[in-house]
């Protein structure tokens, strides 16, 4: 969605919305793209920053990353449970 300077100012709370929604808003200065209003966790993900996990898994990380988990394949360790 494309705003207005004017109109996103007066209907702020409709762009703040629409953002949390993972709608990126878009805020116009005479016809010139001059900001973009995106959601916290995507701000967060574009910078690097720390993410909380269940952010991590809202923004579907793991779908954009080659996941691997490396585990170990030997046998686990006997261990004695009589002491």
Do not use: C, N
Not at 17 to 33: D, L, N, S, Y
Not at 72 to 80: F, K, L, M, T, W
């Amino acid at each position: 969605m494309r705003w207005q300077v004017q109109e996103a100012k007066q209907r702020f709370s409709e762009v703040l919305r629409a953002a949390a929604a993972g709608e990126p808003q878009v805020v116009t200065k005479h016809g010139e793209e001059i900001a973009v209003v995106i959601d916290i966790a995507d701000y967060r993900r574009l910078r690097g920053l720390d993410v909380t996990f269940m952010e991590y898994l809202r923004v579907d990380a793991v779908a954009d990353d080659d996941f691997e988990v490396d585990r170990p394949r030997e046998q686990p360790r006997e261990v004695d449970l009589t002491t």
